[in-house]
């Protein structure tokens, strides 16, 4: 029987606010057994992009990295949100080492060619992913905390969507550990009416997913995201849940099923 892990993936919104992101840390921490955090941080790099006069473009929720707005996500996501997180681990406790794709040669990716006539610029879609050196540092008894960085092994960072390395790792340490993925962010799940908290979906499967397009139900940055977990599902992620950024225990949330 394969152990157990369990990858958490963070919102920018959760990593802005100081009260829920230590709550979060905290609970994180005491999640028993292996485990791997990955953060997002969108949020912050608008903000610091602003106060440096580099405006910041988004095409379908999506953020265009020229030159200059990769500088300020690698400066935000590969720093100063990584290693706030990581030392906010290390006082409750938890042995994390801050990760970018590009340390150890963790995430390998591709910049994203233009689609639709968008050149989205520095954005990476993700190649592959090393379980094996994951699986070192896990069995190590070092705790992961990955930023949404990787690299195209030609010496280039690239913005790549936090959702979607989450997804990855967790289908890379499938052959290793019985994994458990968890979304958490400001949402108590996948909502049928996004004002409303109590109306959690508690189960969606893929044919429940194309449904809940079809009839708007699902639409912008959920759309992704429910992609991104039925993926991690189709490739033996035992357990996917999108759920409260308080409730990362897996009772509470949407449950993803195939």
Sequence with gaps: MKEKITIVKVGGAIVEDEARLDQLLHDFGAIEGRKVLVHGGGRRATKVAASLGI???MVNGRRITDAKMLDVVTMVYGGLVNKHVVARLQAHGVNALGLTGADMGVILSHRRPIQDGVDFGFVGDVDQVNGIALQVLVEAGITPVMAPLTHDGKGNILNTNADTIASETAKALVPYYDVTLIYCFEKRGVLVNPDDENSVIRTITRADFNQYVADGTVAGGMIPKL???????????????????????GKQGTIIQK
């Design 55 to 57: 405006e910041s473009q």
């Design 227 to 249: 992609e991104n977990a039925l993926n991690a599902v189709d490739a033996g992620v035992s357990q996917v849940i999108i759920t409260l950024a308080t409730a990362i225990d």
